[in-house]
Nanobody, 123 residues
Framework: VQLQESGPGLVKPSETLSLTCTVS??????????WSWIRRLPGKGLEWIGF???????YYRPSLERRTAISRDTSKSQFSLRLVSVTPEDTGEYFC????????????????WGQGTQVTVSS
């Protein structure tokens, strides 16, 4: 399975961060497999943002829930992240990942990762 993130690398404050993860060699509907968005903020560890299950259920990190939306397009084998009202504190490296675990900040709990994409929030 290979994952590839795509989206703008620069977002202005108060605008919306939008990223897409394209999955190849795997399926978004694989049983008991979860597809996650994770980020690494400067000087901090990994922070899971949210994930979508094989059946399409979506879960968000509580601290980000009100600003986050995750969706998927199974026909394109893609899942997406929208983070609204961004601030410079949202600047960091964003990853998509897959695995049989989710909702954890532990890198080892995920089986496969995208290469990551740097997102900078700045005017």
């Amino acid at each position: 399975v290979q994952l590839q993130e795509s989206g703008p690398g620069l977002v202005k404050p108060s605008e919306t961060l939008s990223l897409t993860c394209t999955v190849s060699g795997g399926s978004l509907t694989t049983a008991d497999y979860y597809w996650s968005w994770i980020r690494r903020l400067p000087g901090k560890g990994l922070e899971w943002i949210g994930f979508i299950t094989d059946s399409g259920n979506i879960y968000y990190r509580p601290s980000l829930e009100r600003r986050t939306a995750i969706s998927r397009d199974t026909s394109k084998s893609q899942f997406s992240l929208r983070l609204v009202s961004v601030t410079p504190e949202d600047t960091g490296e964003y990853f998509c990942a897959g695995g049989r675990s989710a909702g954890t900040d532990s890198q080892s709990e995920y089986d496969t990762w995208g290469q990551g994409t740097q997102v900078t929030v700045s005017s």
